[in-house]
Each structure stands twice: as C-alpha cells, then as structure tokens.
C-alpha cells in the first residue's frame, strides 16, 4: 500500500489523508515515511476506514476485497472517495468480445490491505455503529447543501426540527472531525463569536454569514426528510424535477451527451446560483464552453436556467425558493423597475418581459431579480 501512496500522491496529498484518517504527522517528514505511517496506521486499525467512509463506498470496497483485491466488473462502482483516497486503484478499459466493443471497468487495492480487511469487512458493512453514522452523516450532509452556510446552533435546531430529536453538539463535531464526505465539502469558522459551517467554494464565508443574517425577513425554510436526503444524493436536486430535467436535456444537446461535460457545467450553474452570481456572469461562463448558435439557443438557455433557479432553494433564500417567494409576495412593476435601473442589457431585457406579464399569477420571475 505504501508504494502506491507513494507513487501516486503529492506530499500535500499524503498531509491530506493523514489529516483524513487523523494520523499524527508532521509537515517536516517526508513522503517515504509519511506512505509508511498511513499504511501502518490503516493496517493496523482498519476500523478507521468504516469510521471515515460513507457506506455506499464501504460496500463497494468489500466487492473488490471479496473478489481477492482485484474486481473486473461490466458496471461502475460508487468509489469516488476510495479513489480519491488512493484506497482503490481503477483503470477502465475496452475489450472486445465476439467481434463487439464492451466497457469494463477494474478495481484493484493493495494486496496487504486486502488480506487485513478480508476477515473484518463484513463486520464493518453491517455494524449498526457505523450505520448509525452513515445516516447521520448523509442527512447532515443533505441539510448543509440546502441551507449553505450556517451556525452550529441553527444547525442542530433545523436538525431537531426535522427529524424531532436533538443532536448532540459532541456528535456533529465528531461527525465533522471523522466523515471524510462532510470534510471535502464543509468547513467549520468562527464568525461573530459562533462556530459556523461554510462549503468550501466560499472565499469569503464572513461576509456570506452577514449576508444571510440580514434576511431577517424570512425563517429557515423546513423540508421534510425524504427532500433533505435527496439534497445528500446530489446537491443539484430542484423542487421542480422538470426543471432541472429541461436544463439536463439542453446541455446534453449542446455537448453531444458528453456525461462530464454535463456535470461540470451543471455543477457551475449550481454554484453560480448558490453564491448570488448574476445572469450574464454565468452565461458567459457557459458561453465560453458551449457557445450558443444562434439568439433562439441563448434564449432557451435563459429560460431553463431561470426555471431550475426558481425552483432550488438558495442558500442566500435561507432554503426558500424564488418561486415560493414569489407566490407569497409577487414582485410589482416598482421593484422590477428599481432594478432594471442597474441591470445589463439581458436582465433588463428579461425584466421587461416579466413586467409584460406581472399580472398574471402563475408567472414565475428569474432570481436575477431577487436581492
């Protein structure tokens, strides 16, 4: 195992996994004795993998350890954190079979970990210890992805109310410090005398944290559980599934089905929404991978982009959606005004069109207008 750590990880990357696994380290040694320590370490309490790892990536680990450490499948495993953890090695290739194509996909760990795990991976798979912190993990990941930034106490207090028990502070730190998922998303800051969580794509999470305390205007918005895991699942989950279906569809379109090319700009869209971006910031950015054709493209960008908008909530929001704003307080034809006075030429040309239509009222306003 260590060879591969080795081989195949930076020392800021070995750092990283030992921080993961809280291995103690220091940032003087080197990479030899820093692959040697996590491989002593992991081999010696292999417990710590089923404290760190989500269980979907547990279980895919106990196929490759089953299967003698080396898995040839026809169908993908979940193993993005046991890849990203150089736990799982996995080179996908194509062979032939009677003259037709087939994709399989292989997934191979160290031999010495595999004969460490063999014995115990069955026990750590179904242990309702760790069950119990896999869902922990999963619905505190769900509610962190709704509401964004957050405090500790309005953390646990949206907790309770969600799922009508406590959460004990001592638990949601552990949770922080061992959940290799919570930690490659979520960071814990002190702001205004509180312990918040912040996603780590904020720069500035201090000044985001004063943003949201000035919608005092609204409380959080409350989600019943089955939406709040579905957040976990993917962090570009819409109250409108057809919304976000329509967006799905133009940019496989656009980018000739290309999966990953999908995801990077869905996931550019989510982000852009989540930290208040404006309209022509993100369709330039979207411009500059996947040009538009033609005014009748860009047209139809905006519309799903203002669709998929209107239906997620926002962190900014406190987990409200515009479009649930909207239907409890439609905007007039005053506000829409005031900020067409500061808009560049879209918006104003988007504000127009919904002024046109301000009084109908089912009409939904782009979150451009929200502020």
């Keep these: 195992m260590s060879h591969i750590l080795l081989n195949l990880c930076s020392k800021d990357d070995l750092l990283d996994l030992c921080e993961d696994y809280q291995i103690a380290c220091s940032k003087s040694m080197n990479k030899t004795d820093l692959s040697n320590r996590i491989e002593a370490t992991l081999l010696a ?14 279980q895919a680990l106990k196929k490759i350890v089953d299967a003698g450490g080396v898995l040839q499948s026809k169908e993908p495993l979940l ?3 046991l890849e990203e953890q150089m736990l799982v090695v996995s080179p996908a290739e194509s062979t032939a079979k009677g003259g037709k194509p087939e994709r399989v996909f292989w997934y191979a ?15 750590m798979v179904v242990d309702p210890k760790y069950k119990v912190m896999d869902k922990n993990e999963h619905l505190l990941l769900g509610l962190l992805r709704l509401y964004g930034l957050i405090s500790e106490p309005t953390l646990r ?3 309770e109310k969600t799922t009508k028990k406590p959460l004990d502070p001592y638990d949601l730190i552990q949770l922080f410090r061992t959940r290799i998922a919570l930690k490659q998303e979520f960071t814990p800051f002190y702001t205004d005398n509180k312990l918040c969580f912040a996603p780590i794509i904020l720069d500035f999470p201090s000044e985001y944290y ?16 089955d939406v709040i895991l579905s957040f976990a699942d993917s962090p570009f989950f819409s ?24 995801a990077f700009q869905l996931g550019l869209i989510w982000e852009s929404i989540q ?19 033609s005014s009748q493209e860009l047209s139809e960008l905006m519309q799903c982009l203002s669709d998929y908008s209107n239906y997620t909530p926002h962190w900014l929001l406190k987990g409200h959606t515009p479009s649930d704003l909207y239907a409890k307080k439609p905007l007039t034809c005053k506000t829409l005004i005031s900020v067409m006075l500061d808009a560049t030429i879209p918006v104003l040309a988007e504000a127009v069109r ?18």
């Design 79 to 81: 193993t993005v954190i």
């Design 157 to 159: 207090e949206l907790w």
């Design 275 to 293: 930290t208040g971006e404006k309209m022509t910031e993100l369709l330039k950015k979207i411009q500059e991978i996947s040009p538009c054709d």
């Design 109 to 123: 760990i160290a031999k010495n970990l595999q004969l460490v795990l063999k014995p115990i991976i069955q026990k």
């Design 354 to 371: 919904s002024i046109r239509n301000v009084a109908e009222p089912t009409k939904k306003v782009g979150f451009t207008f929200f502020e």
């Design 45 to 58: 309490y292999p417990e710590i993998l089923a404290r760190s790892l989500p269980l979907s990536d547990l």
């Design 210 to 225: 004063e943003a949201i305390k000035k919608r005092s205007d609204l409380e959080y918005a409350l989600y019943p559980v």
């Design 239 to 262: 109250n409108n599934q057809t919304a976000l279906l329509s967006l799905i569809q133009w940019l496989n379109a656009k980018n000739n089905v290309d999966d990953m090319q999908v």
